[in-house]
C-alpha cells in the first residue's frame, strides 16, 4: 500500500492575537496536531500598548485543508482575526536575511558586487568576512543565498515572511 | 478596598458565586490549600474519587445528564496527567467542564520539582482553552471567564492550573460582572437568511433526511422539543448519531435509528439515497459517513452547527449555518409555519424507507442455550424503561448494542463516551450522573474488559451511598476487538481474550456492593428484577454468548451500502487500505 498526497497551495495567512504568554506554542501546537505545514512564521507585538501580537504563517495545503486551517485558528479563544492574505488579494510579502559570507580575494570582490545588485547592505566586514542584510521576497532572499553560496557563504539567518495587504485598510 | 484573602478562598468564593455545587477530585501536596478551603465551608460538596481520570469521567457524567458543567480538583503532575483522558474525551465529545490542577510553587516552576508537569503545556491540545494564574489578582477573572467558555459556544473542557505560593498569597476578592470577552464571541444565532433558504429547501425536497447529533442534547432540552415539532410539521426521517441518541424519541415511528458503523440499514440507507440532508449539531464523523466519496452522493446538504471550524471538514456542504441548533430550530420552524408550508407529500420516500426497515437489521439469532447480548439489552430496556433511567456505557460491543436495542426517548439519559472512545468511562459516569440526578435509577452497560479499567470507583459508590447498577455483559473477550480480528485478521484473536477475570461477585460484595450473576436465558428478567429491587449499588455480572458479533455493520472504508447485516457475511481477512483505516 502506498500512502497519497494532495496538490498544495501556497497561503499567507495574517493572525492577531492576544499577546499572552503561551500564544505561540498553541498557534504551532495547532499546526503540529492537525498535520498542517508550517513554511514560516513570525510574531511581534504591533499596538502601542503591546497587548496585540501579529503572526504572520506561510502554509500549504489543499484548498479545503487551508480553509480548515483559517477556522482552526479562528477557534482559539486567544485570536482576535485570521486574514488569508492570499486570498484577500494584492498584498506585499518581505522577508530579511543576515547572510555571512567568508573569503578572500575574488570571491570577496564578487560577493560585494552580488550584493550591490541585489540591495544587501553590508552590516559587519572583517578582512575575511562579510555580513550581508538583504532584504525582499523570499524568493528573491533564496536566489541571493544561492549566489552566496559560490562565493564563500558560511551562514545564514532568515527572519521568515511578514505581510500586508495594499491599499488603505487595516485587515 | 475589600479585605484580602489567599488565592484558595478567592478560588473557592468564586465558584460558589457560579454556582457550582459539586466537586470531583483527589487532594495531593500542590492543591491542599484549596482542600483546606474547602474543608471550611459547606456549599460545595467534594466527592472523593479513587482515580482522577475518574474524577474527569464523573464530571462528564454529572455534566452530560443535567446540562451544568462539571468541576474537576486534581494534584500537579500525576494528578494533572491522570486526568488528561477525561479532559480529552470532554473535547472530543464537547462537554462542559472545568478542571482545577495544583502546581509547584511559581519559583519552581521549570525546575524538575517533585510531582511538576508541564500542565498547561500537556493540556492545550485537549482543552478548549488553559490558564496558567500566576497572580492571585487573576485568579477570579481567569475562573469566572473559565466558566464562560466552557460553557458557552461549544462546550469543551477548561483547565486552570495554579502554583501553590498563588493558593496562599493573599488578594481582594471582587466578583467580577458578565464577562464580555476581547476576542471570544460564539456565534449563537444563525444568519436568518441562510435559515430561510434551509426552510425552503427542506420543504422542496422529496427525500430529506434530519441528521441529528449532540449538539442538540448540548442546546438544552428545549432544541430536543423543536426537533421533534421540526419533524412533525415536515414528516421527515429523522436519524441520530450515537452522541445525539435521546433528542429525538426512539419510539416515534419517524426515528429511523442510529446511524453510521452500527447504525440501521434503514438509517444508512436514508442517507445514502436522499436528496436533501439537514445536519443538525453533528459533524460527520468517520464513523457516520463511511466511505468519504461514496456518502450520500446525490444529496445537497445544510450543515448547522455552532463552531464553524466543523462545517467542511470532512464533507463539502452546499448550506453552512453557524449558530446554536437550537436557536436554529426555533428558527426553521417559525419561518416554516410562516410561510404556511403544509406537511409535505413524502408517501414515495417513507415507502421505501418502510421496505429498508422490513429487513429488520437488528433481528439477532437466537438458537442457542446462550444469553445474546442483544437480549440482555432489550431486557433490561423492557424491564427499566418506564423509570426513564439514566444510562452509562463503558466502549465496545456492549455500547454499540446499548445503543442499537437501548430505545431513548428523552435527551441527557445516555451518557456514552463517543468521540475519544474511552473504556473505563461507564462507572465514574455513573457516579457523577447519580450524584447530579440522585433519584434516578442509573445504570452503567458495560464490558467485562472496560469495566476494569476504572473497576476501583466501586468504592467511591459505597461511600457516597450511591445506588448506581453495574451491567456487565461478560462475553470474556474484549468484544470488539475480537470481532476486528474476526473480520479483518482472519480470526487470529491476539491478545483480545479477557483471561484472569476476577470473580465480579464477590469482588463487588469486597467493596460493599451486591454482587450478583445471571447465566441462562431464564434466570435473565429475574435477575434484572433483583438488580432493581437490591438496595444501594448492585453489579450484575450477565454471562452472554461469547462469540456474538455486533451488527449491522459498515466496515471501516465502506460506503453505507456496503452494510454487513449478518455473521456469515464476515470475510476472513482483508486488504493494506482496509487494515490501515481505524
Known amino acids: 500500500m502506498r500512502l497519497k498526497e494532495e496538490a498544495r497551495e501556497r497561503h499567507t495567512l495574517s493572525v492577531t492575537v492576544d499577546n499572552e504568554a503561551g500564544i505561540l ?41 487551508i480553509e480548515q486551517i483559517i477556522a482552526q485558528l479562528d477557534r482559539l479563544v486567544p485570536v482576535h482575526a485570521v486574514t488569508d492574505l492570499t486570498e484577500l488579494g494584492p498584498h506585499v510579502e518581505r522577508e530579511l536575511a543576515l547572510v555571512k559570507v567568508a573569503g578572500t580575494g575574488d570571491h570577496r570582490i564578487e560577493a560585494l558586487r552580488l550584493a550591490d545588485v541585489y540591495r544587501a547592505r553590508v552590516v559587519d566586514a572583517t578582512t575575511s568576512s562579510f555580513v550581508f542584510e538583504v ?35 487595516a485587515v | 478596598m475589600p479585605r484580602e484573602r489567599s488565592g484558595a478562598d478567592i478560588l473557592v468564593q468564586s465558584l460558589q458565586d457560579l454556582g457550582v455545587e459539586v466537586i470531583f477530585g483527589y487532594p495531593g501536596g500542590a492543591v491542599l490549600p484549596i482542600y483546606d478551603a474547602l474543608f471550611q465551608q459547606s456549599k460545595i460538596r467534594h466527592i472523593l474519587v479513587r482515580h482522577e481520570q475518574a474524577a474527569t469521567h464523573a464530571a462528564e457524567g454529572y455534566a452530560r445528564s443535567t446540562g451544568k458543567p462539571g468541576v474537576v480538583l486534581v ?44 500542565t498547561v ?29 466552557a460553557t458557552s459556544g461549544r462546550p469543551g473542557p477548561v483547565v486552570i492550573d495554579i502554583p501553590k505560593d498563588v493558593q496562599v498569597a493573599t488578594a481582594p476578592y471582587v466578583r467580577p460582572g458578565p464577562i ?35 449538539g442538540i442534547i448540548n442546546s438544552g432540552p428545549a432544541a430536543s422539543q423543536l426537533l421533534r415539532e421540526l419533524a412533525r410539521i415536515t414528516g421527515a426521517p429523522v436519524t441520530s448519531t450515537l452522541m445525539g441518541l435521546g433528542a429525538f424519541p426512539a419510539s416515534d415511528g419517524q426515528f429511523l435509528g442510529m446511524l453510521g458503523m452500527h447504525g440501521t440499514y434503514e438509517a444508512n440507507l436514508a442517507m445514502n439515497r436522499a436528496d436533501l440532508i439537514l445536519c443538525l449539531g453533528a459533524r460527520f464523523d468517520d464513523r457516520v459517513t463511511g466511505r468519504l466519496d461514496a456518502f450520500s452522493p446525490k444529496s445537497r446538504k445544510i450543515h448547522v452547527d455552532i463552531d464553524r471550524s466543523s462545517i467542511n471538514k470532512n464533507v463539502r456542504v452546499d448550506l453552512p449555518i453557524v449558530g446554536d441548533v437550537g436557536h436554529v430550530l426555533e428558527d426553521m420552524v417559525r419561518i416554516w409555519k410562516a410561510r404556511q408550508h403544509g406537511r409535505p407529500e413524502l408517501g414515495r420516500w417513507w415507502a421505501e424507507i418502510e421496505q429498508w426497515r422490513a429487513r429488520q437489521c437488528l433481528a439477532f439469532p437466537e438458537d442457542g442455550p446462550e444469553i445474546m447480548p442483544q437480549r440482555a439489552i432489550r431486557a433490561l430496556h423492557a424491564a427499566t424503561h418506564r423509570l426513564n433511567p439514566i444510562i452509562t456505557t463503558e466502549v465496545g460491543q456492549h455500547q454499540m448494542w446499548a445503543a442499537q436495542h437501548f430505545g431513548f426517548e428523552a435527551p441527557n439519559k445516555w451518557l456514552t463516551s463517543g468521540g475519544l472512545g474511552t473504556m473505563g468511562y461507564g462507572l465514574p459516569a ?86 450478583l450473576r445471571i447465566e441462562r436465558p431464564a434466570e435473565l428478567e429475574d435477575g434484572i428484577a433483583a438488580m432493581l429491587s437490591a438496595p444501594g449499588p448492585v453489579l450484575v455480572d450477565c454471562r452472554v454468548a461469547k462469540l456474538a458479533n455486533c451488527f449491522p455493520m459498515i466496515p471501516s472504508g465502506a460506503a453505507h451500502t456496503d452494510m454487513l447485516l449478518q455473521a456469515n457475511e464476515v470475510s476472513g481477512e482483508m486488504d493494506d487500505e482496509a487494515k490501515a483505516l481505524v
Open chain 1, 25 to 65: 506554542a498553541r498557534i504551532a501546537g495547532l499546526f503540529s496536531a492537525r498535520g498542517y505545514n508550517i513554511e514560516s512564521l513570525t510574531v511581534a507585538d504591533v499596538t502601542a500598548d503591546e497587548s496585540i501580537s501579529r503572526i504572520t504563517i506561510v502554509t500549504s495545503g489543499a484548498a479545503h485543508t
Open chain 1, 135 to 169: 532584504t525582499g521576497g523570499s524568493d528573491k532572499i533564496d536566489t541571493f543565498i544561492s549566489l552566496m553560496r559560490e562565493v564563500g557563504l558560511v551562514e545564514v539567518a532568515r527572519t521568515g515572511v511578514v505581510a500586508i495587504a495594499r491599499g488603505r485598510d
Open chain 2, 75 to 118: 494534584t500537579s503532575g500525576p494528578g494533572a496527567t491522570n486526568a488528561v483522558t477525561g479532559i480529552t474525551d470532554a473535547l472530543m465529545d464537547s462537554i462542559p467542564m472545568v478542571v482545577i490542577t495544583g502546581q509547584v510553587p511559581t519559583t519552581l516552576i521549570g525546575t524538575d520539582a517533585f510531582q511538576e508537569a508541564d
Open chain 2, 121 to 149: 503545556g500537556i493540556t492545550r491540545h485537549c482543552t478548549k482553552h488553559n490558564y496558567l494564574v500566576k497572580q492571585p489578582e487573576r485568579l477570579a477573572a481567569t475562573v469566572h471567564e473559565a466558566f464562560h467558555i
Open chain 2, 180 to 214: 464580555q470577552h476581547r476576542t471570544y464571541r460564539p456565534r449563537v444565532k444563525a444568519e436568518q437568511s441562510l435559515v430561510e433558504t434551509a426552510v425552503d429547501m427542506l420543504a422542496a425536497a422529496e427525500r430529506p433526511i434530519l441528521y441529528t447529533g449532540g
Open chain 2, 430 to 515: 455513573a457516579i457523577g450522573a447519580q450524584i447530579g440526578n440522585p433519584n434516578a435509577l442509573v445504570i452503567d452497560i458495560a464490558g467485562e474488559a472496560s469495566i476494569q479499567m476504572n473497576i476501583q470507583e466501586l468504592a467511591t459508590a459505597t461511600q457516597y451511598r450511591l445506588p448506581v447498577k453495574v451491567f456487565i455483559l461478560n462475553n470474556e473477550y474484549m468484544g470488539m476487538v475480537r470481532q476486528w480480528q474476526d473480520l479483518t485478521y482472519g480470526g487470529r484473536y491476539a491478545e483480545s481474550y479477557s483471561e484472569s477475570l476476577p470473580d465480579f461477585v464477590r469482588l463487588a460484595e469486597a467493596y460493599g456492593w451486591t454482587g
